[in-house]
């Protein structure tokens, strides 16, 4: 790595950075500031790591806002009821989220914080269907 890479996790584990071996291969390490460990390792190089290689949006920052997560739970449970529902239809395989539901989420969500949003014409979904027109 180039000298002061800035290196995060932004996975789902703390072990998707091998903080062990980049100890190892470290002469020194410090506390530069709140969440930033600096490794300078023999070469001189040094390798800043945020939030000590934990998930860096909740260890280092608010974590998820109740506001994303709202939604992302939402379309969790949808989503398992409806492979619940369609299960004797459904193939065993992975499925991604029905197009109706996630539109069902967002269009509730937009509701709860007030936003209006347009109905598009059969004219504007032909054109934005085509590649005909635009660039």
Not at 53 to 69: F, K, S, T
Not at 97 to 104: A, I, R
Request: hydrophobic share 45%; proline share 1%; aromatic share 6%.
């Amino acid at each position: 790595m180039k000298d002061g890479a800035v290196v995060c996790n932004a996975g789902h584990f703390n072990i998707e950075i091998d903080l062990e071996a980049l100890a190892d291969m470290a002469v020194s390490s410090r506390e530069t500031r709140e969440f930033v460990t600096e490794y300078t390792l023999k070469s001189g190089a040094r390798v800043n790591v945020l939030a000590e290689g934990r998930l860096v949006n909740l260890a280092a920052a608010e974590g998820h806002p109740a506001c994303v997560m709202d939604m992302s739970f939402a379309n969790q449970s949808l989503g398992a009821e409806y492979l619940v529902k369609e299960a004797d239809k459904l193939e065993r395989k992975v499925y991604a989220v029905p197009e109706h539901l996630d539109k069902e989420i967002a269009r509730l969500k937009l509701a709860n914080l007030g936003a209006k949003i347009d109905t598009l014409t059969a004219e504007q979904e032909k054109y934005l269907a085509s590649w005909e027109m635009g660039t």
